[in-house]
Structure formats: C-alpha cells, structure tokens
C-alpha cells in the first residue's frame, strides 16, 4: 500500500511538468524537505478536540479509500491549450493520489495535568505523556498511515491544558524524542503553552538525522520569518490568526500573507501560512460552493499549505466539494516556483464590511469589494500567469485587470486563456481581462499565456 504516497507524488510531478511549471533550486533548513507548499489534513477545524485514534485512522483510511472521477487535466501546448492529462479520463483517483499526503492530529491528545505535581503533561523526564485512553498506542497510528501512503504528523507546545512549567531543555528534547518513538515526520508548534523556541525544536530535530517538517504556528524564536526561506528553522508558518467557515475570515486570513509573499520571505523550504482550508468544514459556519472555490483558489494563488479539515467519513460533502479540492490546474499553480510565491495585483478603494471575522470571536472586518491575484508560474519558454479575479462584494460585479499589470505582453492576436475552473478556453486576450457578472463571493481563476 505504500505505493500509494509513490503514485501520488508522481502524478502531482507530472501535472507540474504537463502545465511546464518548474523549480528552482532553494536551500532550505536541513531536513531537505518542504520545498513545494505542502498538501495533507488535519483534524482541528471540523473536530476540534472530539478525537481519538479510532477517528483518525478512520480518516487515514478514507483519505485513500476515497475515490472519484477526475476531470481531465488542460494545459499549454505552443500556442493553444490542449488536452493533456496524467491519467486516462474516467480513472478514479483518491486525494491522496492528489498530493495530500501530509495528515496529522492536533491538540487534545495529551493526559492533561499528569506531570510532577499535577501540573502540566510532560513527565519528570520531560518526556510527553499520551492520553491513552484516547489513543492508545500512537505507533500503531503512525504505521496505519504509511501504510497507506500518508505521512503522519502531530502537535507540540499544546494549547488545551497548557503546559505552563515544562520549559527546560528535557522538555524539547522529549518532545522529539516522542515524535520519533512515535513515528511522526511532522509537527505544528503552537505558541500556548512555555517551549516557545522553534529554533531550538528545529536544531534538535537536524541532530536526530531525520527529515520531521517543521509548521510554527505563532511559537516562538522567531515566530515570524525575517530572512530569506534557506535560513528559516522552520518549513511554513502561520501568517494570520484562526480561521473560521466564513467569508471574512477567509478573506482577513488571506491579507496576512502579503507582507511576506511581498518581501521573498515565503517560498520553498519556508512558506507563509494562512491557516488551514475550511472547504467542506461544517463546525462553527459552513462556506458555499462558491465561497469554497474562492477559498481554494485564493490559497492557491499565494502558494499556501493545502491542508483540508473536512470529515472525509462524510460522502456526501466529499462528492460537493471534489470539483475543487481535485482540480489539478489549480493544485499545479500552488506547487509551482519560479520565483513569486503570488501577489495582490489590484483592489477596490470601496470596503465591504463582514461579521465573525476569526475563530474565537465574532469580530468586525473590512475588506475591499473586489481584489485581484497573480503569480507567475512559468518564464520559458512561454511565459505564463495564474490569475484570481475575486468579488467580496454582496452583488454581482465585472472584476477586471489590465493584463500588463500582470507583467504580460500579449502578441497582437492576444494572449492565450484557460479557465482554471470550468477546465475550457476563452478567447485571446490582450489589454483588459474582464470577468463579467462576477457572482458576490465568487472567482475567475485563470492561467494566461503569451
């Protein structure tokens, strides 16, 4: 079954190549490893602390087991764009196939106030300590995983029952001690309890000589990056707060990555963070189809962490949002690099105002009615640019962009034009690219070449 994470990978690099998407080469921190956003799942959006090891490999198991049609993948050839794809139309393929391979547990796994003096979940060893009551044996969990082609991953520096004593040295290196007795080759560092070091975490796990990806959400030394992605301690960040399933939120959450997708400090081997995707999640709101797919693309676009949150136990929200999460297209402009990690291109100078903006609270937010996204996704021997035309606003508007501003010179015939989402060609473009009776929170992404 390990041929799964095998074909996956293959299938994702060869849709890369099919749409001549390419790499640079980029050091990174030394687990060699995060140099394309990564792709997976994790359990807190839809379950929050409602887990145990039965649901997880449940997860694990319908992650791979779940399987559906595809749509036939397009891409440039020459001048046109021609059908082409990686697999024959009418195969069936699991998101795993796909490329989401990284899948982890989040908090609430620890035995709360089970260390010295009731305090705390490290033992006096500083070692972690597992409620086993809820999972019960974490290698067996681990193994599951590979076994089916997943990379399983967890969570340190907990916010449920914090651990507010275990900040010694023991402490961090317990931590990774678990994680490799565990057989986890990932973890999220959130910033609630005291191991607020993430270079220290970072330091111990390139001594153990094993590759473990390293996500910092808000932890600490440094939380945020400020030099290039080769010197980072970490392979992506969180660039924003707690997301939640609504259109403010997503869209605050989206802004958050423009300082650093901006300044080159998100990029292989390092990427900014927006938090994972709420498609398909039904716990504390629950997105529309259109919102969804404006979601999706969005992080897309920015080169994010694609890291779904749904319940995939629920066959009836994996058929609804299958048309997005499997779009190949899309998923290739996320893995590509070529130096831009995705821009804001435009926006309206008229704000629109949207309620519960974030997780916890239910907060205020403004946000300009329409925006518009580029990133280059290849230089030769064609130049091509993703674009995501988005309309925040509450009525339906045309949304358009010079297509100089992309950084596009069109030949006389015009540019060539994909859209991303209904998978079809548009007419040559040159000058202004509108999108017409743009739908309220809905987008047109599309792949321009000249």
Known sequence: MARANSRGLKQIQLQVALIALFFESTAAIDNGIGYRPPMGWRSWNQFQCNISQSLIETQYMELARQRRRTT??????????????????????????????????????QKCDS??????????????????????????????????????????????CRDTVCNELKCFEGDVQATLDFGFESIKLDGCGVEKNVSLFAELFNKSGKAIMIENCHNG????????????????????????????????????VIPY?????????????????????????????VESRTHFGAWCI???????????????????????????????????????????????????????????????CQHPSWQVWAKTVRLVPTKQVAILLMNHGEQTQDVSIDLKVARLNCPAEGCAVRDVWNHKDLPKANGDFVAKLLPSHDSRFILVQE
Request: aromatic fraction near 10%; glycine fraction near 10%.
């Open 221 to 256: 030394n440094p939380t945020y990056p400020s030099a290039p992605p080769k010197e980072s301690p970490f392979n992506f960040f969180r660039s924003s707060t707690d997301i939640r399933p609504t259109y403010g939120s997503v869209i605050s959450n989206l802004q958050s």
């Open 115 to 160: 260390g010295p003096g009731n305090q705390g979940f490290h033992d006096s060893n500083g070692y972690p300590i597992v409620d086993t009551s809820l999972f019960p044996d974490m290698k067996s969990m681990t193994n599951k995983a590979k076994s089916l082609g997943i990379i399983p991953g967890w969570y340190g520096n907990n916010c449920h």
């Open 302 to 364: 920015v080169s994010s962490p694609l890291v779904l949150s749904l319940d995939f136990r629920d066959t009836h929200m994996v058929d609804a949002t299958w048309p997005i999460i499997s779009n190949e297209v899309a998923i290739g402009v996320n893995q590509a690099y070529v130096g831009s990690s995705g821009m804001l291109l435009a926006q309206s100078n008229v704000n629109v105002t949207f309620h519960n903006c974030s997780w916890l609270k239910n907060p205020v």
């Open 261 to 289: 997708n901006s300044e080159g400090l998100s990029g292989p081997g390092c990427w900014a963070y927006p938090d994972m995707l709420e498609v398909g999640v039904t716990a504390q709101g629950q997105l529309s189809f």
């Open 72 to 109: 036939p993948t397009y891409t440039f050839t020459g001048s046109n764009l021609i059908l082409s794809r990686s697999n024959q139309t009418g195969d069936t393929i699991s998101v795993v196939d796909l490329g989401f391979i990284s899948a982890g547990i989040d908090d609430c796994w």
